[in-house]
T-cell receptor
Framework: DAGVTQSPTHLIKTRGQQVTLRCSPI?????VSWYQQVLGQGPQFIFQ???????GRGNFPDRFSARQFPNYSSELNVNALLLGDSALYLC???????????FGPGTRLTVL | AQSVTQLGSHVSVSEGALVLLRCNYS??????LFWYVQYPNQGLQLLLK??????LVKGINGFEAEFKKSETSFHLTKPSAHMSDAAEYFC????????????FGTGTQLKVEL
């Protein structure tokens, strides 16, 4: 079975731009979570969605938003990009919000 | 609030030697604890997790960890290091056994030398 997939793999943006990252969960998984991993640090929780509803939000500004679609895939949007948004963005999926979360390979975002 | 502290951002061992990666937790409720491994340019892979069923937890690739409430620790060990173990290791804590809304430590980079 395919694991969690994320697209794109890499992207480069400039300050002030907007970006959309995409995640496809493992087939049958209904929970998707997003994490931000800045270089040299551990991942930080951004959002969790389950059954298309937000079930948790980390300590991130309103520039960060997400949604989950009827097929359980998800998008993470970041507006007004800052240099500090440069990071690896990880998506994780699980059968439910309380089940084991499986991580994708991540999207590497560079903001210049 | 929950948190984990990983002592030692870099650990170097010889191939065949014992691997010991340290993690201490802080939690106001019974914690669920996890160890993840991250290979270069890859996502996170779950090594093992503690969900209160047993204090000694065995994971994949020969790793194990022991939950010690009196020491608030959950150290990761492997009896004999292999070159393929070189990676970054993260300890994490959650309020659920599945690893919902994980709080991660800052990571320990493991180097294995010949």
């Amino acid at each position: 079975d395919a694991g969690v997939t994320q697209s794109p793999t890499h992207l480069i943006k400039t300050r002030g731009q907007q970006v959309t990252l995409r995640c496809s969960p493992i087939s049958g998984h209904k929970s998707v979570s997003w994490y931000q991993q800045v270089l040299g640090q551990g991942p930080q929780f951004i959002f969790q969605y389950y059954e298309k509803e937000e079930r948790g939000r980390g300590n991130f500004p309103d520039r960060f938003s997400a949604r989950q679609f009827p097929n359980y895939s998800s998008e993470l949007n970041v507006n007004a990009l800052l240099l500090g948004d440069s990071a690896l963005y990880l998506c994780a999926s699980g059968l439910s919000q309380a089940d084991t979360q499986y991580f994708g390979p991540g999207t590497r975002l560079t903001v210049l | 609030a929950q948190s984990v502290t990983q002592l030692g951002s870099h650990v170097s061992v010889s191939e065949g030697a014992l691997v010991l990666l340290r993690c201490n937790y802080s939690s106001s409720v019974p914690p669920y604890l996890f160890w993840y491994v991250q290979y270069p340019n890859q996502g996170l892979q779950l090594l093992l997790k503690y969900t209160s069923a047993a204090t000694l937890v065995k994971g994949i690739n020969g790793f194990e960890a022991e939950f010690k409430k009196s020491e608030t620790s959950f150290h990761l060990t492997k009896p004999s290091a292999h070159m393929s173990d070189a990676a970054e290791y993260f300890c994490a804590v959650s309020r659920t056994g599945g690893g919902n809304k994980l709080t991660f430590g800052t990571g320990t980079q493991l180097k294995v030398e010949l």
